[in-house]
């Protein structure tokens, strides 16, 4: 559930640089996690709601994150606090 249903998953070593992808199905409509890693803080909170998918996000201190939406739109941000909003078909 953590790499693939919230999608915190490391891309580099000691998730220096992360990558967060949820994976949709299962008939789950949220869900929300964190990891505490050598850097911080990694958190990641989703919810489906009228066809459309919420995501928050947090990147520790000196890290980096690929952020990628159900859709396929790719996000690459520094440390810090992120939203986004995506219409799922």
Not at 20 to 49: C, H, N, Q
Not at 60 to 83: F, M, Q, R, W
Request: with cysteine; proline share 3%; aromatic share 10%.
């Amino acid at each position: 559930m953590f790499r693939k249903l919230c999608g915190i998953d490391s891309l580099k070593p000691g998730y220096k640089q992360i990558l967060i992808k949820s994976e949709l199905g299962g008939g789950f409509i949220s869900a929300k996690r964190s990891y505490v890693s050598e850097y911080g803080k990694i958190s990641v909170e989703w919810m489906l709601k009228d066809s459309r998918f919420n995501l928050k996000v947090e990147v520790p201190c000196n890290t980096s994150a690929k952020i990628v939406l159900p859709s396929g739109i790719t996000h690459l941000v520094g440390s810090g606090k992120y939203e986004f909003s995506n219409v799922i078909i």
